[in-house]
């Protein structure tokens, strides 16, 4: 791996005309960035041109996963697949205020199916930035908006394999515009972190669907007993074991005018625009390899969230409206084995209830870290209890083995 890794750097060296790789020791600006989606550990391959003109930083993470699936009223069966494969570039360019960052996916469930006339999601983000000090930080380009804690984290710097139900049903994902960040962090006293962001509101790479409708978003970021020990907001789990407890407590808002698809910025095309209102709270506490993790979620929209296929009255598409919350706990021993146990639980509005169940969620996992959240064996058992309006219900369990590795 690492003869690879140092030949991937002579190439890039010479292709960058006499690139050099940045010093272990040195600043190589593998800053924290509030609003990218990322995990970090370590540096990657960092490469900075001798007149310090520019700087590129390189990483990938690959996420395979083999899982066992009992669905209730189906025959029972495997499933193996790459659930992601990223890779991401970043750094700046003339002066390390101006930065970029960009990610690519290749797995299938990344990109999603080929169909006909739509784009091929390869790009995840493509996002440039700003930053005139420590505490402002700019953005404009395709990144994940500042939305639920769960959501905002890397999916590789997750506890258990997936997220949770709520976070497939109300979270605001990414999209393409403004953003504007304040921080106002500390390590050992009180923290305040201001995010917003105005967006199209149609989700990543949309093309040929322009509206009279922005998605404005605001969210408000509490650290009550000082921020946690490297950016250990975004990660789950209290992998630092912090000396001392620390808390965030968070509120986000978001208004999407006239939103074109199912989920805002996620799902299939509505039959006729509707706005929605998504309510996003969380709260998390790490203290010495514990950690604790709640949250709420509420959609709502001003119309009916129904719409109908105006060629076709029994084909109708809905906005997923209802309220949630997750609760989420786990430790992590000092051998670096973690458990984690997880309930979520589910409602959806009257509106829609008899198109859409009720549902909740049991996970129960085990993770082994070999190097963090960067190279993990994860292991988990989840049971979902769907509950339909006629009053019938139904039980879907899997078991599955994944790990994660990247740099």
């Known amino acids: 791996m690492m003869r690879y890794g140092w030949l991937l750097c002579a190439l890039l060296v010479t292709g960058f005309g006499k690139a050099q790789v940045t010093p272990e020791n040195k600043n190589t600006n593998d800053l924290h960035l509030a609003s990218l989606p990322y995990y970090n ?79 091929l999601n390869i790009v995840r983000d493509a996002v440039v930035f700003y ?98 020990t490297k950016d250990g907001t975004f990660f789950e789990g209290d992998l630092m074991r912090e000396t001392t407890p620390k808390l965030l407590v968070s509120g986000a808002f978001q208004q999407n005018n006239q939103a074109l698809r199912t989920g805002g910025q996620l799902g299939d095309d509505l039959f006729e625009p509707r706005t929605m209102k998504t309510l996003m709270l ?59 146990g997880r309930f979520s639980s589910q409602r959806v509005s009257k509106s829609i209830e008899t198109l859409a169940p009720n549902t909740r969620e049991f996970s129960l996992g085990v993770t082994k870290y070999l190097w963090e959240h960067a190279f993990k064996l994860q292991g988990e058992v989840n049971y979902d209890r769907l509950e339909y309006f006629d009053g019938s219900t139904k039980g879907n369990w899997y078991v599955r083995f994944q790990i994660e590795m990247g740099i």
Do not use: C
Not at 41 to 54: A, E
Not at 87 to 110: T, V
Not at 301 to 320: E, F, G, M, N, Q
């Open 41 to 119: 550990f370590g540096k990657g391959i960092g490469i900075t041109s001798p007149d310090s003109l520019f700087q590129l930083n390189l990483r990938f993470r690959i996420q395979n996963r083999v899982t066992y699936l009992d669905e209730e009223g189906e025959k029972p069966a495997y499933d193996g697949q790459i659930r992601r494969l990223r890779l991401r570039f970043d750094g700046f360019i003339g002066n390390p205020k101006f930065l970029y960052a960009i990610q690519l996916s290749f797995a299938p469930g990344d990109v999603g199916e080929v169909r006909e006339g739509e784009n």
């Open 131 to 228: 930053r005139p000090n420590k505490s402002w930080i700019f953005s404009f380009g395709q990144t994940k908006l500042p939305g639920n804690r769960q959501r905002v984290n890397s999916s590789g710097a997750l506890q258990l394999t997936d997220r949770t139900i709520n976070n497939a049903k109300f979270n605001i994902d990414r999209d393409f515009g403004f953003q504007a960040h304040y921080l106002h962090e500390y390590q050992e006293r009180f923290s305040y972190v201001v995010r917003t962001a105005v967006s199209t509101g149609e989700g990543r790479n949309a093309t040929g669907q322009a509206d009279d409708g922005v998605a404005l978003t605001g969210k408000l970021e509490l650290y009550p007993l000082g921020s946690f």
């Open 282 to 340: 969380d709260a998390m506490l790490k203290y010495n390899g514990w950690a604790v993790m709640g949250a709420y979620f509420s959609r709502d929209t001003p119309k009916s969230p129904i719409t109908v296929d105006p060629l076709d009255a029994t084909r109708v598409r809905y906005v997923y409206t209802g309220s949630g919350y997750d609760a989420q706990a786990s430790y992590l021993f000092p051998s670096h084995y973690e458990i984690i």
